[in-house]
């Protein structure tokens, strides 16, 4: 038997690597938008790839229109990472688009070569009430009113209960200072009187 040749034909492809010729990045850019929350303000917040220049006007490189073409007032703030700037004059729910222009430094002296523009929308906020202390037992002369923190709602209804004499000591020993959580509310009933209902 007559030996079989197998031959294998190897074909090699050659790509050629194409550098475009022009001038590199200094890697100094605003990387992202994002909505954050500082020093218990909502805010938006812009980062860059590298920390700025503290000695520029912000407010020449950066800003904010809400709605598309809406001017925001307010300041762009330097945090304390200098690559990160926040802007706080902002609302729930509301779409903004910021705007970053070249020549804007970094603090290595870098340039921002290009500009940027970012679009992004607040959170919505959930209604809430809560009382302005945390203070729920009223003086009976007490005539300057009871402070209420309400966000997103217009009006609620508040009752007012009068602790029966003989309870007043255990309902001190247990609620001063501490909130009255909804399931104790029930039983209020009885040791206290409904005196007073308002909107």
């Not at 938008?33 to 812009?46: C, D, K, L, P, R």
Request: with cysteine; glycine share 8%.
């Amino acid at each position: 038997m007559k030996p079989h040749h197998l031959f294998v034909l190897v074909t090699l492809f050659f790509i050629p690597l194409v550098c475009q010729s022009g001038h590199a990045s200094n890697g100094f850019e605003a990387q992202f938008a994002s909505q954050q929350t500082v020093a218990g303000e909502n805010a938006i917040s812009v980062t860059f790839s590298k920390g700025l220049d503290t000695r520029q006007n912000l407010e020449l490189y950066l800003r904010i229109f809400k709605e598309t073409d809406l001017p925001v007032e307010g300041g762009w703030i330097l945090s304390k990472d200098p690559q990160v700037v926040y802007f706080t004059n902002v609302e729930p729910g509301t779409q903004y688009t910021v705007q970053i222009y070249k020549d804007l430094k970094a603090d290595s002296g870098d340039i921002l070569e290009a500009g940027a523009t970012f679009r992004l929308s607040t959170r919505e906020v959930a209604p809430t009430i809560s009382f302005g202390s945390k203070g729920f037992v009223l003086a009976s002369k007490l005539i300057r009113g009871l402070p209420v923190n309400s966000l997103n709602i217009p009006r609620a209804d508040i009752d007012f209960f009068r602790i029966k004499p003989k309870f007043l000591g255990e309902f001190r020993d247990n609620f001063a200072g501490e909130d009255l959580h909804y399931y104790q509310s029930r039983n209020l009933n009885k040791s206290a009187d409904l005196v007073y209902s308002g909107r």
